[in-house]
């Protein structure tokens, strides 16, 4: 039903395409579906309120669903493209930034917070990009290093500068969406904060977006070499909190990303919320935060999700 739509012009809600993160949940209105696969993360009480994963059936009749409007979304084009790395840098030890070069000929359009599949012979996962649009095209990947994981192996052993790769995107919804709110939030755990240093940059490059009065970044890690960057974004009032769970912060707050934010008094009846990192993190923090006043439709999020 994802693909069906998208053909069609109009993009759904979506983030890891497997089954596994409940991003595209949809409520069936009228004409029957059929599970193509698996729904994982679908509860026995939503499936008997006719929910459904897109990501997971096909139609098999005319249907009609209750979900957002993502407007400009439906007219970003998904194309498969080739790409050199064009180069490789270290950010901590067990983090890698790719640039990647596109042929001049074929830029890829697309909306900061999304994501690219990586295709390299048989293999194919999921990588959030890193940057705005730049006027040179280059497409920045933040990559971390999974034990015995089998692409990781190839980033972090083989990868050289100009190995030509394949990539298809743009893929996922989680982009700036207009609201009504006031404060952002914007939610990261470990590489997570990838796609929200693209948000970041949109909101610095175009005024227009930036309809908040307030912005604030919380980035969650383990240790303190966990956090390869520090925001600094001089064109907004910005609030940003570093977050460790393993070691005492000096300078942040223990803990978890999503218990910093109720602890800070935040008003989350105003407020958006854009989480991205751990499976863990993203649930903790939608139970919590829409628990603490936060509107369920005000939720947004990408799950790093294992791709197998
Ligand atoms: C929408 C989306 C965006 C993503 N963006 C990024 C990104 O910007 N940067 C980034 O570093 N990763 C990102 N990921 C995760 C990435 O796609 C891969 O899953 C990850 O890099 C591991 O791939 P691998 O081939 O090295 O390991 P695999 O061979 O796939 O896995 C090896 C083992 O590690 C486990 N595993 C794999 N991935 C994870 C995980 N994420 N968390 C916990 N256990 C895991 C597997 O279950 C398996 O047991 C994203 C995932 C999704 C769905
Ligand atoms: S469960 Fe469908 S996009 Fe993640």
Same mark, same amino acid.
């Given at each position: ?10 993009? #759904? ?19 029957? @579906?059929?599970? &193509? ?35 400009? #979304? ?90 030509? #790769? ?6 996922? @919804? ?14 990261? @755990? ?20 930036? @309809? ?14 966990? &956090? ?65 006043? &936060? ?14």
């Amino acid at each position: 039903m994802l693909v069906a739509a998208r053909m069609q012009g109009i993009a #759904l809600e979506h983030s890891c395409r497997t089954g596994r993160c409940g991003v595209c949940k949809a409520r069936v209105l009228a004409g029957v @579906t059929e599970p &193509l696969q698996v729904e994982d993360s679908l509860t026995q009480d939503e499936r008997s309120r006719g929910i459904i994963l897109t990501c997971c059936r096909t139609a098999v009749t005319d249907i009609e669903l209750d979900i957002e409007d993502l407007g400009e #979304l439906g007219n970003v084009e998904v194309k498969t493209l080739p790409c050199r790395i064009h180069a490789l840098h270290m950010l901590s030890d067990d983090v890698v930034e790719v640039a990647l070069r596109l042929p001049p000929t074929s830029p890829l359009h697309y909306l900061p917070g999304q994501y690219i599949d990586i295709i390299k012979g048989g293999i194919r996962r999921s990588y959030s990009i890193a940057n705005a649009p730049r006027d040179d095209g280059r497409i920045i990947l933040q990559i971390r290093k999974v034990p015995d994981g089998e692409m990781s192996r190839y980033w972090f052993e083989e990868a050289k500068e100009n190995d030509l #790769l394949r990539l298809e995107g743009p893929l996922g @919804t989680f982009c700036l969406r207009q609201t009504q709110v006031s404060q952002l939030v914007l939610l990261a @755990t470990g590489t997570g904060i990838a796609p929200i240093k693209a948000i970041l940059q949109q909101l610095a490059k175009s005024a227009g977006v930036n @309809t908040y009065r307030k912005i604030h970044v919380y980035w969650g890690g383990r240790v303190e070499k966990d &956090l390869y960057w520090t925001p600094d974004f001089p064109e907004f009032d910005m609030n940003y909190v570093s977050v460790l769970s393993r070691s005492l912060n000096s300078s942040g707050a223990q803990g978890y990303v999503q218990d910093a934010v109720i602890a800070a008094g935040i008003n989350l009846q105003d407020a958006v919320v854009y989480a991205c990192g751990s499976e863990s993190m993203i649930e903790s923090a939608r139970n919590k935060l829409i628990a603490a006043g &936060l509107g369920p439709e005000n939720f947004h999020s990408d799950a790093f999700v294992s791709s197998n």
